[in-house]
């Protein structure tokens, strides 16, 4: 896994956190979270390929999203 990719794994977990502070939600365990923002980085640079835009715009979208599932 290279250096970007950890990093956008990293930002991604941190905006799952936030949001679940936001939404007073239980709080995931690492590996939980750690799957989750994976996932949501796959899913982010599928949509971003497919629309064409930014990487970070398109994971603040997609957070609530992830946690609901």
């Known amino acids: 896994m290279g ?3 950890r990093q956008e794994e990293k930002l991604a977990a941190r905006l799952i956190q ?3 502070q936001q939404q007073a ?3 995931l365990s690492p590996e939980e979270l750690s ?3 994976s996932l949501l ?3 982010a640079h599928r949509v971003a390929r ?3 835009q930014n990487v ?3 994971m603040k979208e997609m ?3 992830v946690l609901k599932k």
């Open 35 to 37: 799957q989750k923002a």
């Open 50 to 52: 497919h629309r064409g």
């Open 3 to 5: 250096f970007i990719r």
């Open 63 to 65: 957070v609530a999203d």
């Open 25 to 27: 939600d239980a709080s």
């Open 56 to 58: 970070l715009t398109i």
């Open 41 to 43: 980085v796959d899913e």
């Open 18 to 20: 936030w949001h679940q």
